[in-house]
């Protein structure tokens, strides 16, 4: 059997989404700490949009700047986590991709089962 591999996962929403009365952004890091992923950084874009064609930025008297989630796991659990995402609404693109953690403290986070 091989290694588990780890995977980088991006969720696409943006700021002024919302799930109940909490932020989509906030729903997810907080489920993610909850089900112990590895990983998981908040990234604001200066400016995005999808298919709508809605412009997200950052307004005068308002934000609604596009946001992606980046959680960093192995792609088993990450796969089961999207799985717990599916009633979250205004998630606009969820992507997998292939990485290589060459280095860093939160290396030993993500080392397989031993």
Excluded: C, Q, W
């Excluded at 290694?3 to 700021?15: A, H």
């Amino acid at each position: 059997m091989g290694e588990p591999v780890r995977k980088l996962l991006r969720i696409y929403t943006d700021e002024a989404a919302y799930i109940g009365d909490r932020k989509v952004f906030e729903y997810v890091a907080s489920l993610a700490r909850d089900r112990k992923m590895a990983g998981l950084t908040v990234l604001e874009a200066l400016i995005g949009f999808g298919t709508s064609a809605h412009v997200h930025r950052r307004h005068v008297l308002e934000s609604d700047r596009a946001v992606v989630i980046e959680i960093v796991d192995f792609e088993d659990a990450l796969r089961a986590f999207v799985s717990d995402l599916d009633d979250v609404p205004d998630i606009g693109l969820i992507t997998l991709e292939a990485i290589e953690v060459i280095g860093g403290k939160a290396n030993k986070t993500l080392e397989g089962p031993v």
